[in-house]
């Protein structure tokens, strides 16, 4: 029974809301994707408060999983007693809703944790793991041994006495020795083991060793760790790491299960050996400590000092990495926070060079193009099926999430904006597939949002110019003469968006580049936008900042072919020689450079001491660097590749290491909205950091649709409200800052940003 349990309009419990007569909901704590979590007061225990677990089935396609994975914690939590696992106190259903009643722990996740008070000690995050291991070997000793299967810094609660308590068993399974294969390949991107995804392959207690010490990774190094699976590094991070930490984590996260410890039990002993060195005692109180030996009767009380877990060599990286990279389907999250994942090495070459990201393309395109014809035929489910899987085995191709989320838009049945797209992600402009993580984000966020508002949803029309000269004209041609295309956004770079110009305005149908940055650009005509700034801010900021560290003399190099190139060039040199630098070399290479050997010769034979690389593409950018890694000439580069992009570091840290780079975008300068933004960009996609290109393009998209939403699907009018952004109205306040898409404003900051040891540094704020 249950009284004033929910209005129309919201789903949520009300405050006093009574379930079962005896629970009477005080607090709400937090959402997911599968219902809430609230606190509760015990009306038949007073003064006694739990948490109320909610589970509610929006998607009829996933209800028996997500109902399956409810019923599994609520019954592994019933026979379990253990100091770190919460106590279960009833399961109840109404309506279409299930309940699981269960202990309220008061404090933080250990991601939270982290995140608020950074790296902890290396003790403390030793006896973390020591109570993490405790409890897995608990688990892992039941009469049908039980394997977690998604331990994480998000399923992990530290509560007010500073002990863990492990949540969420939506994952969980028994352990059978003689069976194959697990029943479902899940888990969490970077935390799961490389057997947990495998179809022929079988969790076991290894598995959730591998799960602790990428947990205990994240807690060391304050990053996620990467999911390519033998890649592992803690001292790059923490170059003070104790050397038997070090080797104890790698150990657990050998990609080879044999490689690693065969139980919690032996990980229990060194895990101890460690906390017994004089560094780290006082951590745990001997009570504690005695607590541990009497569980483990085999573990010796007194080790040999000095002993450190055996670990060989990381294997090298996989040939290709598993199609297995998906995040966990539809799980029901007692912390309520999504996972925090990094790519760390997102799109590291393959064995024959080719991007991880465009081979999962290649992967995909069929599945994509049967997905398509199932929404033509009106066969939604099977559609949106085919779709999740591909979202959940792939989660860093945002070309599927788009379709998934176009998917989802037309089952609705609701009333629909759609808006072309013209990209480059194959080809050599194929970086043009970075704008779809921006789109595919901002669509995901306003139709959320718009569903709720019942407002019209948005789909998204995708167009592949595959770098073609040719297939971007027929493209923009094809849509131009659409009567039912209101506004298209794309293409990818400043010289793609002046060639399709001319048809643009003689249709006159309105085209918002996210990110042409060239000056030109907004002169080709009254219905060519950019959401960009002009580069020179960003490249006078690179110039101004060399000068000042001593350069006097520069090389300047740019794609001879590439509008944007020669125009970062010359602002460059402009910019160089107005503080009274010198122009050793200015010269233009072919557009498939490869070996720059002769360029950095000529370079250093006219004695400049900096280079400036207009270039905006990675390729070349890396390339140049290697080829001067080959000499012993060390002069500052400069370029003006995205910045944040791990792909930079493909070759090795080494080669990029002193690049100099420059940006309008920064997630931490940005304000929260800036933060959360790049939150849910990790968790979405498991990659680093989003760079200008996905935050412009998620600008460009939400931008687009208020414009829509002011002026309704007319050309002209759209035309004319972009037109008057900052000038009649307004200018747009974006994630990316504050813009206009008419005209140059220049009122976002420029950054200047260092390469240093894999990572990027901000060296200078211009605002």
């Not at 009833?90 to 982290?114: C, K, N, P, W």
């Not at 000690?121 to 039941?142: C, F, G, K, P, T």
């Not at 990467?226 to 990609?255: F, N």
């Not at 460009?700 to 409200?721: H, M, P, S």
Request: glycine fraction near 6%; charge should be negative.
């Amino acid at each position: 029974k249950a009284s004033r349990v929910t209005n129309a309009a919201s789903p949520r419990l009300e405050l006093g809301t009574t379930m079962q007569e005896r629970y009477r909901v005080v607090r709400f704590i937090g959402r997911g994707g599968m219902g809430a979590v609230y606190l509760c007061e015990d009306l038949r225990l007073p003064g006694k408060k739990w948490a109320l677990k909610e589970m509610i089935l929006h998607d009829p396609g996933v209800a028996e999983q997500v109902r399956d994975s409810f019923t599994r914690e609520a019954q592994f939590l019933a026979g379990l007693r253990h100091r770190s696992l919460p106590t279960i106190v009833d399961v109840f259903s109404h309506s279409d809703r299930q309940y699981l009643v269960m202990e309220f722990i008061e404090g933080q996740t250990l991601a939270q944790r982290v995140e608020s008070e950074g790296i902890p000690s290396d003790s403390l995050a030793l006896s973390w793991a020591l109570e993490l291991a405790q409890v897995l070997d608990y688990l892992h000793r039941q009469d049908r041994p039980i394997i977690f299967r998604d331990l994480k810094p998000e399923n992990i609660m530290i509560n007010e006495e500073g002990h863990i308590k492990v949540i969420d068993f939506g994952l969980a399974r028994h352990f059978e020795p003689g069976k194959r294969r697990d029943t479902q390949a899940s888990g969490t991107v970077g935390y799961a083991p490389p057997e947990q995804w495998e179809d022929s392959g079988q969790s076991d207690p290894r598995s959730d060793i591998y799960s602790l010490a990428a947990t205990l990774f994240f807690v060391l190094t304050g990053r996620p760790p990467s999911p390519i699976y033998g890649s592992h590094r803690i001292r790059p991070y923490r170059p003070d790491i104790d050397p038997g930490i070090e080797a104890l984590v790698l150990k657990c996260l050998q990609p080879d299960p044999a490689q690693r410890y065969s139980s919690a039990a032996e990980l229990i002993k060194d895990l101890l050996i460690l906390l017994s060195e004089d560094k780290h005692q006082g951590v745990l109180h001997n009570s504690e400590l005695t607590s541990v030996k009497e569980e483990l009767p085999s573990v010796r009380t007194t080790p040999p000092k000095g002993r450190v877990p055996s670990m060989k060599p990381p294997l090298s990286f996989p040939r290709k990495l598993p199609s297995l990279l998906g995040t966990s389907l539809v799980l029901f999250l007692v912390g309520l926070l999504l996972p925090f994942v990094n790519w760390e090495r997102t799109s590291t070459t393959s064995s024959n060079g080719e991007d991880q990201i465009t081979m999962i393309l290649s992967q995909t395109a069929t599945q994509k193009a049967e997905a398509q014809a199932f929404l033509e035929q009106g066969k939604f489910e099977e559609a949106i099926a085919l779709l999740d899987s591909l979202v959940t085995k792939y989660p860093q191709d945002p070309e599927a999430l788009i379709l998934k989320n176009n998917a989802y838009a037309v089952f609705s049945g609701s009333e629909r904006y759609q808006i072309p797209v013209i990209s480059s992600w194959h080809g050599s402009e194929r970086e043009g597939l970075q704008l779809l993580y921006g789109y595919a984000m901002a669509q995901s966020n306003l139709n959320r949002e718009r569903l709720n508002n019942k407002q019209p949803l948005i789909e998204l029309k995708l167009f592949d110019d595959r770098s073609d000269t040719e297939k971007l004209l027929s493209i923009a041609k094809e849509l131009t003469l659409d009567d039912s295309v209101k506004l298209i956004l794309g293409p990818y770079n400043s010289q793609q968006t002046r060639l399709i110009a001319p048809i643009a305005n003689s249709q006159g149908v309105p085209v918002l580049a996210p990110i042409a940055s060239d000056p030109q650009v907004l002169s080709t005509g009254r219905y060519i936008f950019s959401a960009a700034d002009t580069d020179a801010k960003k490249i006078t900021a690179q110039a101004n900042y060399l000068y000042d560290k001593g350069a006097r003399k520069v090389a300047i190099f740019m794609d001879g072919s590439s509008i944007v190139s020669r125009s970062s060039g010359e602002a460059f040199l402009e910019a160089f020689q107005e503080r009274g630098g010198l122009i050793a070399v200015a010269e233009e290479y072919p557009v498939n450079q490869v070996d720059f050997s002769e360029q950095i010769k000529d370079a250093r034979s006219k004695g400049a001491d900096c280079v400036f690389l207009g270039e905006y593409r990675l390729l070349p950018v890396i390339n140049f660097c290697e080829s001067l890694r080959a000499t012993d000439w060390r002069p500052k580069v400069a370029a003006q590749t995205a910045v944040f992009s791990e792909n930079l570091f493909r070759r090795g840290n080494e080669v990029v290491d002193g690049l100099l780079l420059s940006t309008y975008y920064v997630p931490e300068e940005g304000g929260q909205n800036s933060r959360d933004l790049s939150k849910e960009f990790r968790q979405t996609f498991g990659l680093n950091k989003p760079t200008h290109r996905e935050v412009t393009a998620y600008d460009a998209l939400t931008l687009a649709v208020k414009a829509i939403d002011t002026v309704g699907l007319d050309r002209e009018k759209i035309q004319q409200y972009l037109t008057d952004i900052g000038d009649k109205l307004p200018a747009y306040e974006g994630i990316s800052g504050k813009f206009a898409v008419a005209r140059t404003l220049g009122e976002r900051a420029a950054y200047i940003i260092e390469v240093q040891g894999g990572q990027y540094k901000l060296v200078e704020i211009v605002p």
